[in-house]
């Protein structure tokens, strides 16, 4: 087993625990549903939070900043980052679509990005 798929393994494990003790909706969700979609809409949310907790971190991004901020917090970074990946994989589970399904639309349109660059897009 890849680390992708021991990520995989690890959110779905969590996500039915959520569902246990906590109420978590069972999945994958109704995706054409008014509910299912609300629900996946909820966690892009929680999603988008995480990736900007990160961006918090960089604060050397500031075009109109002219000194420079010594310090990173890498841990902080990393972790933010962490975060946003589990529910990246929450909304990929909750909606239904498996692992090799996914993986195959990733390295499709991965391989569409470089020709892309290569047919001078």
């Given at each position: 087993?890849?680390?992708f798929?021991?990520?995989?393994?690890?959110?779905?494990?969590?996500?039915?625990?959520?569902?246990?003790?906590?109420?978590?909706?069972?999945?994958?969700?109704d995706?054409?549903?008014?509910?299912?979609?609300?629900f996946?809409?909820?966690?892009?949310?929680?999603?988008?939070?995480?990736?900007?907790?990160?961006?918090q971190?960089?604060?050397?991004?500031?075009?109109?900043?002219?000194?420079?901020?010594?310090?990173f917090n890498?841990?902080?970074?990393?972790?933010?980052?962490?975060?946003?990946?589990?529910?990246?994989?929450?909304i990929?589970?909750?909606?239904?679509?498996?692992?090799?399904?996914?993986y195959?639309?990733?390295?499709?349109?991965?391989?569409?990005n470089?020709?892309?660059?290569?047919?001078?897009y």
């Amino acid at each position: 087993m890849d680390r992708f798929e021991k990520m995989w393994e690890q959110q779905e494990g969590f996500m039915n625990l959520l569902h246990e003790k906590r109420g978590f909706p069972k999945f994958p969700v109704d995706i054409y549903s008014k509910d299912g979609q609300k629900f996946l809409k909820t966690i892009s949310h929680e999603c988008m939070g995480e990736l900007f907790e990160a961006n918090q971190e960089l604060k050397n991004c500031k075009s109109h900043r002219v000194t420079e901020v010594s310090s990173f917090n890498r841990e902080a970074y990393v972790e933010e980052l962490a975060d946003s990946m589990h529910y990246l994989f929450e909304i990929i589970i909750a909606s239904g679509i498996s692992i090799d399904e996914f993986y195959s639309a990733y390295m499709s349109k991965g391989k569409k990005n470089f020709q892309r660059i290569e047919e001078g897009y």
